[in-house]
């Protein structure tokens, strides 16, 4: 029984401390960014440094509306060395007509829905090997600097850059928490992590990487999460994953609460199909003795926020019982974590609106709950995010500065 019983405390201490570094991770990382004096490096375009072939890859599935908006905003780009690669997967493309070499329409002759093989039918039709390859979802836009800004990181050396994700609509209750979400996680996981030297974490779109780097990765599950899987390999194949904030893309965000469940589903589903890779790349870490690796992978290995709250839940009611006083230590981690997540907010938001919407973050914690509950509907199904906003750059950069 005395066996028993110290095993139960040796886990139950274990868990607690796993739990415990996830929620004060964020507050180490924010005074370390702020002792550093914040991100100060900026990597400018230089004329005389090479020009950089970039091949954009936007991938649409069934539905076409956007694909117009985001190849204007390409033709509208500052820098001129680039070609768009449009996959238009199940799509009518009778209308999509373009006179700029630089704009190749690709429609394949059986719909492949998955964004992974749509990626690669891109590059199979590639007109020529690029130095860059960037990936986008079909609802994206980006500013009319992007590529002017991120060829600056490439000629510094960058191999893979994550770029700056902004919204593209704040105008309801869960765009605005989505948005918030998105805030948070691009500070903790990007930002901060740049300005410290570190590797950024991806996402999966306005990821820009070395050609030949892609090349190496073969993927065997083509429903979900590549990003996962790229985000491990890519950190054990370069230095630093580099986070350009002033490449900026935009994104739309889910309007409702049945598009952010199901948002949600995927990615706790993606989270568990891709453990064995977060953990390679945390044990590689450890093995070359790298912190930006090491912590990158702790990252990765990090449950949903939903399961990190249901976990810290179970753990202060066993406090109750296994010694009281553990309560008082609780309940600073836990102010900490609430005080590091509206400051993160406040300071590091682009854009208005966002800290005042953060009195509604309990209907993103009953969004992520039911979306748990509805992890199976992901094994065998692509759960597309159903976008609705159909606007164009000049629109959005007009309502931004107004």
Not at 302 to 307: F, H, K, N, T, V
Not at 375 to 397: G, P, Q, R, S
Request: charged letters at 20%.
């Amino acid at each position: 029984m005395e066996t028993l019983t110290l095993i139960l405390k040796i886990l139950f201490y274990s868990v607690s401390a796993v739990v415990a570094f996830y929620f004060l991770l964020p507050s180490l990382l924010f005074v370390a960014y702020c002792l550093k004096g914040g991100l100060k490096k900026k990597f400018a375009h230089s004329p005389e440094g090479r020009q950089y072939e970039f091949a954009t890859i936007i991938t649409a599935h069934q539905d076409e509306r956007f694909i117009p908006p985001f190849v204007d905003s390409f033709l509208k780009q500052a820098y001129p060395h680039f070609k768009v690669y449009v996959v238009a997967d199940d799509c009518d493309t009778s209308n999509l007509q373009y006179d700029d070499e630089r704009i190749i329409i690709l429609k394949p002759e059986t719909a492949l829905h998955s964004k992974i093989r749509s990626i690669q039918y891109a590059i199979d039709h590639f007109v020529q090997e690029p130095d860059v390859m960037i990936i986008f979802d079909s609802d994206n836009l980006v500013h009319p600097q992007y590529l002017l800004n991120l060829n600056g990181y490439f000629q510094q050396g960058f191999r893979v850059v994550q770029t700056h994700m902004l919204s593209k609509n704040t105008d309801t209750t869960y765009a605005q928490l989505d948005s918030v979400g998105h805030i948070y996680y691009t500070f903790l996981e990007r930002k901060s992590k740049m300005a410290l030297g570190m590797s950024s974490s991806i996402l999966g779109l306005g990821i820009a990487l070395d050609f030949k780097l892609y090349k190496e990765i073969n993927y065997k599950n083509t429903v979900g999460g590549f990003d996962k899987k790229l985000q491990a390999r890519m950190a054990m194949l370069v230095k630093q994953i580099a986070f350009a904030d002033d490449a900026i893309v935009y994104d739309e965000k889910v309007e409702d609460a049945a598009v952010m469940e199901k948002q949600r589903t995927r990615w706790i589903y993606s989270y568990f199909s891709h453990v064995k890779e977060s953990w390679q790349l945390f044990i590689h870490g450890l093995k070359t003795m790298n912190p930006g690796r090491i912590l990158l992978g702790a990252s990765m290995l990090r449950p949903p926020m939903i399961l990190l709250i249901s976990l810290l839940m179970t753990i202060l009611a066993a406090s109750y019982f296994v010694d009281p006083k553990l309560l008082i230590g609780w309940g600073i981690v836990i102010a900490l974590f609430v005080l590091t997540f509206v400051l993160t907010v406040a300071t590091q938001s682009y854009q208005k609106g966002m800290t005042g919407s953060l009195r509604f973050i309990p209907l993103l914690m009953i969004s992520q709950f039911k979306s748990l509950l509805k992890i199976k509907k992901a094994k065998n199904n692509f759960l597309k995010t159903e976008h609705k906003k159909v606007m164009y750059i000049d629109e959005l950069l007009k309502n931004e500065c107004s």
